[in-house]
């Protein structure tokens, strides 16, 4: 069946810094690529999306990069900050519009004061 | 504001039970989700509804069933539960159509089988 890989699984970081997470698909029809956080003991929420037809989206400190070629997708935070810390889950809808999405394994951020 | 509620956020119950978790969703979305959420293994879909009494196997239905009565209700139903079905269970929603993809969660209700 289709998947998506996310990596890394758990990501360690200063303050200040920035992070990225990178996910990899495997349907060719897949054309939205949400991305939700989830903090401890609270429901996914979702913190940016990018559609196919599009390369790169960013909002404030968070950005997110598509390559359809190679069907990658990524997502970069920067000057990170402890409230950042969060696990987060990357998705793929499947098979064009049945609504269906595919999560990632998820990675959990740990930004370090 | 959309909001996404589920009936426990915790919940323990006995080996061979039959358990009832329920979601509702105020926003009149046609299409609801429920999901397990496990360590190392992200969220994967168990059922979801395009609509009223319709509903679809997602990628692990086995030992669960749901029903969708009320477009505004989604139900899971554990028919004789498992110690392995002890695990995060998130319901979400969706509104179908162009640039309304995103899925809304609920709270997510820990269930614990012994």
């Known amino acids: 069946g289709e998947n998506v890989e996310q990596h890394p699984s758990t990501l360690s970081v200063q303050e200040g810094d920035s992070a990225v997470i990178k996910c990899t698909y495997s349907d060719s029809a897949s054309n939205y690529f949400p991305w939700y956080k989830q903090e401890l003991g609270k429901r996914p929420q979702l913190i940016i999306d990018?559609?196919?037809?599009?390369g790169e989206k960013k909002d404030q400190r968070i950005a997110v990069t598509l390559n359809k070629t190679a069907k990658h997708f990524s997502l970069h935070i920067t000057e990170t900050q402890p409230e950042d810390s969060a696990v987060y889950f990357c998705a793929a809808s499947l098979g064009g519009n049945t609504g269906k999405l595919i999560f990632g394994q998820g990675t959990t951020l740990q930004v370090k004061p | 504001d959309v909001k996404v509620t589920q009936s426990s956020r915790y919940l323990v119950k006995r080996t061979g039970e039959k358990v009832f978790l329920e979601c509702v969703q105020d926003m009149d979305h046609e299409n609801m989700f429920w999901y397990r959420q496990d360590p190392g293994l992200g969220l994967r879909l168990i059922y979801f509804?395009?609509?009223?009494?319709?509903?679809e196997k997602g990628d692990i239905p086995e030992g669960y069933s749901v029903s969708r009565e009320k477009k505004e209700r989604f139900s899971l139903i554990l028919e004789s539960a498992s110690t392995n079905q002890t695990s995060m269970y998130l319901c979400?929603?969706?509104?179908?159509?162009?640039?309304?993809?995103?899925?809304?969660f609920g709270p997510g209700t820990r269930l614990l089988v012994l």
């Open positions: 509804s395009y609509d009223v009494k319709m509903k």
């Open positions: 979400a929603s969706r509104e179908p159509g162009q640039g309304t993809e995103t899925q809304y």
């Open positions: 990018i559609r196919s037809n599009v």
